[in-house]
């Protein structure tokens, strides 16, 4: 069964960087592609940014990030990273790491982490 960690949200003022991590365990869990999705209050939730698994990594990402947002991941350490850049604040939001089916529509597989939150405030 795969499952799905994330860890380093928090508090930054616009401008700033966070770098949120998603831990991932389970048996093959290193050939499911990962994306990172993001709910803000009141909005349905979206995709951010996604990388296929093991072999050569291709990764897709929203219009609203692209350029600031860097998604990578280490089958080794078995860990999913995003380094946010240049945050806003509509980059407000839970952010959650899920399995992916399809990378360009975002479609996720059905596991979810428990959320992570990212406030952009001054």
């Known amino acids: 069964q795969v499952r799905l960690v994330e860890s380093g949200g928090g508090l930054v003022q616009p401008g700033g960087s966070l770098r949120l991590s998603c831990a991932t365990s389970g048996f093959g869990v290193s050939r499911f592609a990962i ?61 959650y790491c899920a399995t992916v089916v399809d990378l360009a529509t975002f479609t996720p597989g059905g596991t979810w982490g428990q959320g992570t939150q990212v406030t952009v405030s001054s």
């Open 35 to 95: 994306g990172w999705f993001r709910q803000a209050p009141g909005k349905e939730r979206e995709g951010v940014a996604a990388i296929t698994g093991s072999g050569i990594y291709q990764t897709h990402y929203a219009n609203a990030v692209k350029g600031r947002f860097t998604i990578s991941r280490d089958n080794t350490e078995k860990t999913v990273s995003m380094q946010m850049n240049s945050l806003k604040h509509e980059d407000t939001a839970v952010y």
